[in-house]
Structures are given as structure tokens and as C-alpha cells.
């Protein structure tokens, strides 16, 4: 089964590389449902996966990062980061009504991964907006998605990078050039400060088992980018948006019905 798993993490960096946004979604999963780890830990660990195989993708692509716009977002974003790992996961109660706190995760999980295979299937070509991205009205929406989406990902421990790359696009005024490499920068910082952030105490297998885990996911990766010279990534990202749908089926299936 610990096989299979690391399989399955060198597949999630593989398709981190070469799909770009989306694959860390799949961490969760992997860490719950094939090495049983709590899925509160397994928040953890993947912020440090996400982080480090974000990292990666920052530096090979840091000259079109676009460092002097960025801030208005990220800083948001991290705060929601640190608020989630640091105030809210802690004084969580065990239960939320009639389901328990994992249950309540795992549905948050369900939405995010439909909202990104959605996204991801559709695969709509984000247009640069003739507006003006300097009103006040339109930093406030900025300011809020940064929150919420660190808010998600400091809950999730996933990037959140196919629902960062259209804000940075459309309310922004980022290209595609620089919204891809940018929002990579933003899922580094907001994973690593989550992490960093957290409460838990690791032992020393703990951080045996981490290493494993980052090395297979950044090893995917590396080769993910290498491929993507050679592959049509624009049909590797539906195909690979319709497994993310199938696969939260498939755990709302055993969670909720079966």
C-alpha cells in the first residue's frame, strides 16, 4: 500500500508540472485515503509538499514573476494563511452539528476539488480586461479573494493556483506569462508560512516520512516540466480535470453514501 502511495505522489508532482495548477489537490486524498494519516495532519504535511514543489516552479520561472504588483493579493492571502493554521484549526470543536470535523473537512475538500476539475474541464481562455484596475471597489474584491483563498488553503493545505491564476488575470491585469509564475510565488509563500504556522509538534518519523513524501512529489515535478516541451498540456488538463471530478466521487461515494 506505502507503494502505491508513493507512486501516487510522484503522479500528483507529475501532473503538478505539467498542468501547472490543480495537481496539489490530489495530496489530500493520497495522504488520507492510501497512508491513513488523520486528514488534519495530512493538511500539514501537504502545505510543506505544495510549498516545496511551488518552490521549484518559482525559481525555473523568477524573471517573469511581476514581484511589484503582487503584494496587493498575497499579503491577504497569507494572513488568511496564518489565521487558518494558527487561530481556527486549533479551536475547532470535534464536531459541527450532526457530522464531525472530519467530515466537515472532507466536504470542504469535495468543493474544492469539483470547483478546480470544473475549472479545469472548461478550460476557458482568460482574456486581458479593458478596465482600469485601480479603483477602490475593485482592490476591496482583490483583498477579499486574497483572504479567502488563503483562508481555503491554510484549511486545505492545497495552492488554490486555478483559482489565483483568473484573479490575477481579471482583476489584476496580469497575462497569462506572468500570472502562472506569479501565482506560483504566492502558493511558496502561503504554504510555507502555513506550515511554519502550525501547531503540531512533528517527531522524528514524522519527518522521515515528509521527506519521503516532498522528494517523490518534487522528483514528479521536475520531470512534469520536462515533459511539457513534448506534450499538449491544454488536453492533459481536461483529462486530468475529469480524474479529479471522478476521484471526489469516488470519496463523497465512501465518505457519505456507500
Known sequence: MEFLGYLSL???GLTLGLVGAGGSILTIPI?????KIPIIIATT???????????????????SILFSKVALFALPSIIGVFSARFYILPNLPRSLGIITLDQAMILLLLTFMISSSYLMIRD????????????????TKIILLGFCLGLVMGLL???????IIPTLILLMGFSMQGAVPTSLFIITLNSLI?????????LAQDWINIFWYVSLAVLGMLIGIK???YINASQLKKGFGWFICITAITIALREFII
Open 10 to 12: 510522484l503522479f500528483m
Open 124 to 139: 476557458n481562455r482568460l482574456q486581458l480586461p479593458n478596465t482600469k484596475h485601480s479603483s477602490f471597489l475593485n482592490q
Open 45 to 63: 504535511y501537504s502545505l510543506l509538499i505544495v510549498g516545496v514543489s511551488a518552490f521549484i516552479g518559482t525559481v525555473r520561472y523568477r524573471s
Open 227 to 229: 515533459l511539457g516541451t
Open 157 to 163: 493545505g492545497a495552492g488554490g493556483g486555478f483559482l
Open 194 to 202: 502555513g506550515f511554519l504556522s502550525d501547531k503540531h509538534n512533528f
Open 31 to 35: 495522504l488520507v485515503y492510501i497512508f
